[in-house]
């Protein structure tokens, strides 16, 4: 299948300094990513906090700009474009944030919000206007008499839905999903989970999905990448990944996931976490400090990928 969003060698850094008048970014958010996702499906993009997934998300979307690297759109380059270029691509391209009460304007509406986006964006005119925002409310599970009370009249789950309305408001065709559960309770998660799936289905986005928790990826994802200081480590369709996951860190995370199954006690290899090899140049690959199968290798060159039936892996163990 063609490939709808493309991302090709993405590079960001953050921590700029300078060091005897030359300049040095020593903090490798994203490093050297190529990631496809396919149109009207969804790619989990699965790591610990910190490992480079929101900065990837924003990238995409430029509301940051990479440091190097290409992000194509249907084979469109968009990250060569000017902003005024860039502008139709905003309706187009739609985020989701983690915190639902962080990113909705207390002072404003829900009626407020939607109708400054649907008439800035010149999606529907005059009387229509109404009638769109209350079908969107429909469409995520909220009253239609939610335009006129303000956020904090709601609760998480229906902030969230909120948020989600707001993205669909401007029919875009895909939207990167940021965490968008991990701040609701567990109880509310699968409602958004479905709300999503169910959107997908009738409008046919594609979905980038991130998170830090496998078994949320796993419900919604056609494909999982496994993000690791900024480099992805593992790669493939869903199933094959949770049934025969190759690198350490994968199988960390999976071992992570808990069982609904009492009694039931997971072998678990005990990590040590060194904070400085995040901040610090190494070579090699990116896990070494924390791997448990770690050989000289490994410290010495970043591994290459090796692919079987579409499922990839940067692992010197696999080589």
Known sequence: MKSFIEIKNLRKSFGERKLFGKSEYFLKAIDD?????????????AGESGCGK?????????????DDGKI????????????????????KMQIVFQDPYSTLNPRMTV??????????????????????????????????????????????????????????????????????????????????????????????????????DLSVVKHISDKIAVMYLG?????????????NAFHPYTKTLLNSVPEPVVGLKKEKKIIPYDLQTTARKQTGCSFQARCPDVIDVCRKEFPSEFQEGGHSVYCHLKL
């Open 72 to 91: 194509f759109y249907e084979g469109k380059d968009i990250s060569a474009i000017s902003e005024k270029d860039f502008i139709p691509y905003r309706k």
């Open 231 to 243: 480099k992805i480590v593992e790669y493939g369709e869903t199933k094959q990944l949770f049934e």
């Open 54 to 66: 929101s900065t990837l998300g924003r990238c995409l979307l430029r509301l940051i700009d990479a």
């Open 111 to 212: 009626g407020a919000m939607l109708k400054e986006i649907i008439k800035f964006h010149k999606i529907r005119k005059g009387k229509d206007v109404s009638e769109y925002m209350a079908k969107l409310l429909d469409k995520v599970g909220l009253n239609r008499n939610a335009v006129n009370k303000y956020p904090h009249e709601f609760s998480g789950g229906q902030r969230q839905r909120i948020v989600i309305a707001r993205a669909l408001a401007v029919e875009p065709e895909f939207i990167v999903c940021d965490e968008p559960v991990s701040a609701l309770d567990v109880s509310i998660q699968s409602q958004i989970l479905n709300l999503l799936i169910d959107l997908q289905t009738e409008f046919g986005l594609t979905y980038l999905f991130i998170s830090h």
């Open 33 to 45: 990513v190529s990631l496809t996702i396919e149109k009207g499906k969804t790619l989990g993009l």
